[in-house]
Protein backbone atom coordinates (compact mmCIF):
# COMPACT_ATOMS: atom_id res chain seq x y z
CA UNK A 1 0.00 0.00 0.00
CA UNK A 2 1.15 3.71 -0.94
CA UNK A 3 2.35 5.87 1.89
CA UNK A 4 -0.60 8.50 2.78
CA UNK A 5 0.72 11.96 1.28
CA UNK A 6 2.04 14.14 3.93
CA UNK A 7 3.07 18.16 3.92
CA UNK A 8 6.79 18.05 4.01
CA UNK A 9 8.13 20.51 6.58
CA UNK A 10 9.79 23.50 4.77
CA UNK A 11 13.22 24.84 5.71
CA UNK A 12 12.51 28.63 7.17
CA UNK A 13 12.84 31.08 4.17
CA UNK A 14 14.92 34.17 4.54
CA UNK A 15 14.95 35.84 7.53
CA UNK A 16 13.96 39.06 6.05
CA UNK A 17 10.68 37.35 3.98
CA UNK A 18 9.71 35.41 7.10
CA UNK A 19 9.99 38.67 9.58
CA UNK A 20 7.95 40.94 6.91
CA UNK A 21 5.15 38.66 6.88
CA UNK A 22 5.28 38.81 10.80
CA UNK A 23 5.49 42.32 10.68
CA UNK A 24 2.53 42.78 7.90
CA UNK A 25 0.28 40.80 10.73
CA UNK A 26 1.19 42.31 14.00
CA UNK A 27 0.44 45.69 12.53
CA UNK A 28 -2.64 45.03 11.43
CA UNK A 29 -5.01 47.06 14.02
CA UNK A 30 -7.14 45.11 16.07
CA UNK A 31 -9.58 44.96 18.52
CA UNK A 32 -9.11 41.36 18.91
CA UNK A 33 -6.60 38.43 18.75
CA UNK A 34 -6.01 36.22 16.00
CA UNK A 35 -8.94 33.84 15.41
CA UNK A 36 -8.23 29.95 16.51
CA UNK A 37 -9.06 29.00 12.82
CA UNK A 38 -6.72 31.90 11.33
CA UNK A 39 -3.62 30.20 13.95
CA UNK A 40 -2.71 27.21 11.90
CA UNK A 41 -4.54 26.62 8.62
CA UNK A 42 -4.04 24.86 5.42
CA UNK A 43 -3.90 27.30 2.13
CA UNK A 44 -4.99 25.64 -1.59
CA UNK A 45 -4.76 26.71 -4.97
CA UNK A 46 -4.28 25.36 -8.41
CA UNK A 47 -3.74 26.69 -11.87
CA UNK A 48 -5.29 24.50 -14.57
CA UNK A 49 -5.95 24.50 -18.08
CA UNK A 50 -8.79 26.89 -18.27
CA UNK A 51 -11.78 28.38 -16.15
CA UNK A 52 -14.57 25.38 -16.52
CA UNK A 53 -14.69 23.46 -13.21
CA UNK A 54 -16.36 20.75 -14.89
CA UNK A 55 -14.17 19.94 -18.11
CA UNK A 56 -11.21 21.54 -17.40
CA UNK A 57 -7.98 20.16 -15.83
CA UNK A 58 -5.23 20.90 -12.98
CA UNK A 59 -1.77 21.55 -14.03
CA UNK A 60 -0.20 22.40 -10.82
CA UNK A 61 -1.19 22.56 -7.07
CA UNK A 62 -0.25 23.54 -4.06
CA UNK A 63 -0.91 23.04 -0.48
CA UNK A 64 0.40 25.01 2.20
CA UNK A 65 0.12 25.07 5.95
CA UNK A 66 1.10 28.35 7.81
CA UNK A 67 1.13 29.35 11.29
CA UNK A 68 0.00 32.17 13.01
CA UNK A 69 2.20 34.68 12.03
CA UNK A 70 1.64 33.94 8.38
CA UNK A 71 4.90 32.04 8.09
CA UNK A 72 4.61 28.68 5.94
CA UNK A 73 5.43 25.66 7.83
CA UNK A 74 5.11 22.93 5.36
CA UNK A 75 4.06 23.22 1.98
CA UNK A 76 3.38 20.12 -1.23
CA UNK A 77 3.65 20.70 -4.44
CA UNK A 78 2.39 19.43 -7.78
CA UNK A 79 2.82 19.16 -11.45
CA UNK A 80 0.39 16.98 -13.22
CA UNK A 81 0.64 16.16 -16.63
CA UNK A 82 -3.27 16.86 -17.32
CA UNK A 83 -3.53 14.23 -20.43
CA UNK A 84 -5.18 16.79 -22.66
CA UNK A 85 -3.72 19.87 -24.81
CA UNK A 86 -2.66 22.85 -22.07
CA UNK A 87 -4.50 26.17 -24.52
CA UNK A 88 -1.72 28.66 -25.42
CA UNK A 89 -3.88 31.04 -23.52
CA UNK A 90 -3.43 29.34 -19.92
CA UNK A 91 -0.03 28.61 -20.43
CA UNK A 92 0.60 32.69 -20.91
CA UNK A 93 -0.92 32.60 -17.16
CA UNK A 94 1.04 30.23 -15.37
CA UNK A 95 3.65 29.53 -18.00
CA UNK A 96 3.66 25.45 -18.01
CA UNK A 97 3.25 23.80 -21.55
CA UNK A 98 1.82 21.00 -22.68
CA UNK A 99 5.48 19.54 -23.17
CA UNK A 100 6.21 20.87 -20.04
CA UNK A 101 3.63 18.88 -18.16
CA UNK A 102 4.33 15.35 -19.99
CA UNK A 103 7.70 15.62 -19.66
CA UNK A 104 7.59 16.26 -15.92
CA UNK A 105 4.60 15.86 -14.39
CA UNK A 106 3.23 13.24 -12.31
CA UNK A 107 0.36 11.19 -13.54
CA UNK A 108 -2.89 12.92 -12.73
CA UNK A 109 -5.22 10.32 -11.03
CA UNK A 110 -2.09 9.50 -8.53
CA UNK A 111 -1.40 13.65 -8.07
CA UNK A 112 -4.99 13.91 -7.93
CA UNK A 113 -5.59 11.24 -5.49
CA UNK A 114 -2.59 12.46 -3.10
CA UNK A 115 -3.97 15.89 -3.35
CA UNK A 116 -7.40 14.65 -2.02
CA UNK A 117 -6.10 12.56 0.47
CA UNK A 118 -3.56 15.00 1.97
CA UNK A 119 -6.39 17.62 2.18
CA UNK A 120 -9.18 15.32 3.93
CA UNK A 121 -6.00 14.64 6.60
CA UNK A 122 -5.80 18.39 7.50
CA UNK A 123 -9.42 18.09 7.86
CA UNK A 124 -9.46 15.64 9.87
CA UNK A 125 -6.43 16.95 12.06
CA UNK A 126 -9.01 20.26 12.55
CA UNK A 127 -7.23 22.81 10.33
CA UNK A 128 -9.40 24.78 8.17
CA UNK A 129 -8.67 25.27 3.99
CA UNK A 130 -8.06 28.44 2.68
CA UNK A 131 -8.82 29.01 -0.73
CA UNK A 132 -9.32 32.68 -3.03
CA UNK A 133 -12.21 31.89 -4.40
CA UNK A 134 -12.99 28.28 -2.94
CA UNK A 135 -15.83 27.23 -5.23
CA UNK A 136 -13.35 27.47 -8.16
CA UNK A 137 -10.48 25.11 -7.13
CA UNK A 138 -12.61 22.81 -4.88
CA UNK A 139 -15.20 22.41 -7.55
CA UNK A 140 -12.70 22.02 -10.19
CA UNK A 141 -10.60 19.22 -7.92
CA UNK A 142 -14.46 17.27 -7.28
CA UNK A 143 -14.89 16.70 -10.57
CA UNK A 144 -11.23 16.03 -11.74
CA UNK A 145 -11.49 12.58 -8.62
CA UNK A 146 -14.40 11.92 -10.33
CA UNK A 147 -13.20 11.51 -13.52
CA UNK A 148 -9.79 9.43 -12.04
CA UNK A 149 -12.63 7.35 -10.06
CA UNK A 150 -11.34 8.46 -6.77
CA UNK A 151 -13.86 9.45 -3.86
CA UNK A 152 -14.19 13.32 -3.91
CA UNK A 153 -13.76 15.68 -0.68
CA UNK A 154 -17.38 15.89 -0.11
CA UNK A 155 -18.71 18.86 1.81
CA UNK A 156 -15.29 20.06 2.61
CA UNK A 157 -15.43 21.90 6.18
CA UNK A 158 -14.62 24.01 7.70
CA UNK A 159 -13.42 26.28 4.56
CA UNK A 160 -12.26 29.79 4.71
CA UNK A 161 -12.85 31.73 1.64
CA UNK A 162 -11.11 35.56 1.65
CA UNK A 163 -13.13 36.33 -1.40
CA UNK A 164 -16.74 36.04 0.37
CA UNK A 165 -15.34 36.94 3.49
CA UNK A 166 -14.07 40.38 1.75
CA UNK A 167 -17.03 41.09 -0.08
CA UNK A 168 -19.42 40.72 3.01
CA UNK A 169 -17.22 42.91 5.19
CA UNK A 170 -16.37 45.41 3.25
CA UNK A 171 -19.00 45.41 0.68
CA UNK A 172 -19.42 48.37 -0.95
CA UNK A 173 -15.29 48.56 -1.62
CA UNK A 174 -14.89 50.15 -4.93
CA UNK A 175 -13.04 48.16 -7.28
CA UNK A 176 -11.65 44.65 -8.29
CA UNK A 177 -11.73 41.62 -5.79
CA UNK A 178 -8.91 39.81 -7.65
CA UNK A 179 -6.43 37.88 -5.12
CA UNK A 180 -3.70 40.60 -6.13
CA UNK A 181 -6.54 43.65 -5.25
CA UNK A 182 -6.89 41.80 -1.97
CA UNK A 183 -3.32 41.67 -1.29
CA UNK A 184 -3.17 45.65 -2.13
CA UNK A 185 -5.79 46.33 0.47
CA UNK A 186 -4.83 43.95 3.13
CA UNK A 187 -1.15 45.08 2.70
CA UNK A 188 -0.13 41.09 1.63
CA UNK A 189 3.12 40.50 -0.37
CA UNK A 190 2.26 38.52 -3.44
CA UNK A 191 5.05 37.36 -5.09
CA UNK A 192 4.81 35.06 -8.31
CA UNK A 193 0.92 35.43 -8.75
CA UNK A 194 -0.19 32.55 -10.86
CA UNK A 195 2.09 30.15 -9.34
CA UNK A 196 0.05 28.14 -7.34
CA UNK A 197 2.04 27.54 -4.40
CA UNK A 198 2.18 31.59 -4.08
CA UNK A 199 -0.93 32.32 -4.54
CA UNK A 200 -2.11 29.81 -2.07
CA UNK A 201 0.93 31.12 0.53
CA UNK A 202 -0.99 34.76 -0.31
CA UNK A 203 -4.79 33.56 0.12
CA UNK A 204 -3.86 32.27 3.77
CA UNK A 205 -1.94 35.70 4.35
CA UNK A 206 -5.09 37.50 3.32
CA UNK A 207 -7.54 35.46 5.10
CA UNK A 208 -5.66 36.17 8.68
CA UNK A 209 -4.80 40.08 7.66
CA UNK A 210 -8.82 40.24 7.20
CA UNK A 211 -8.93 38.70 10.84
CA UNK A 212 -6.93 40.98 12.39
CA UNK A 213 -8.80 43.55 10.94
CA UNK A 214 -12.26 42.23 11.42
CA UNK A 215 -12.96 40.82 15.43
CA UNK A 216 -16.24 39.97 14.08
CA UNK A 217 -14.49 36.85 12.30
CA UNK A 218 -13.16 35.69 15.83
CA UNK A 219 -15.91 32.29 15.76
CA UNK A 220 -15.33 28.92 15.44
CA UNK A 221 -14.13 27.59 12.19
CA UNK A 222 -17.31 25.47 11.48
CA UNK A 223 -19.96 28.32 12.16
CA UNK A 224 -17.61 30.57 10.13
CA UNK A 225 -18.33 27.95 7.47
CA UNK A 226 -21.88 28.50 7.64
CA UNK A 227 -21.98 32.04 8.07
CA UNK A 228 -20.08 31.69 4.11
CA UNK A 229 -22.41 29.69 2.80
CA UNK A 230 -24.89 32.17 3.75
CA UNK A 231 -23.03 35.09 2.46
CA UNK A 232 -22.12 33.19 -1.17
CA UNK A 233 -25.70 32.69 -1.63
CA UNK A 234 -26.76 36.38 -0.67
CA UNK A 235 -23.86 37.49 -2.98
CA UNK A 236 -24.65 35.55 -6.11
CA UNK A 237 -28.58 36.29 -5.89
CA UNK A 238 -27.24 40.19 -5.85
CA UNK A 239 -24.83 39.65 -8.98
CA UNK A 240 -28.08 38.03 -10.43
CA UNK A 241 -30.13 40.62 -10.00
CA UNK A 242 -27.45 43.43 -11.25
CA UNK A 243 -26.85 41.06 -14.27
CA UNK A 244 -30.82 40.68 -14.69
CA UNK A 245 -31.43 44.70 -14.10
CA UNK A 246 -28.48 46.57 -15.35
CA UNK A 247 -26.90 44.47 -17.57
CA UNK A 248 -29.92 43.89 -19.59
CA UNK A 249 -29.84 39.83 -19.07
CA UNK A 250 -32.84 38.94 -18.14
CA UNK A 251 -32.24 34.96 -17.53
CA UNK A 252 -29.36 35.59 -15.72
CA UNK A 253 -28.81 33.05 -12.95
CA UNK A 254 -25.32 32.65 -10.63
CA UNK A 255 -24.13 29.70 -8.95
CA UNK A 256 -24.77 30.51 -5.18
CA UNK A 257 -23.52 27.01 -4.12
CA UNK A 258 -20.22 26.93 -1.57
CA UNK A 259 -17.52 25.92 -1.39
CA UNK A 260 -18.18 23.22 -4.30
CA UNK A 261 -20.43 24.77 -6.71
Not at 36 to 55: H, K, P, Q, Y
Not at 188 to 217: C, K, M, N, Y
Request: charged share 25%; proline share 6%; hydrophobic share 45%.
Amino acid sequence: MAASPSLRRRRPRAATAVSEAVATLDTMTSSAPLPVWARDLIAFDTETTGVDTRSDRIVTASVVRLDAAGAVVAERDWLLDPGVEIPEAARRVHGISTELARAEGQDAAAGIAEIVALLRAQLAAGRPIAAYNAPYDLTLLHHEARRHGIEPLEAPRPVIDPLVIDRAVDRYRRGKRTLTAACAQYGVTLEDAHRASADAIAAGRVAQAIAHTHPELDLPADRLHDQQVAWAREQGERFAEYMRTRRGQPGFRARTAWPVG
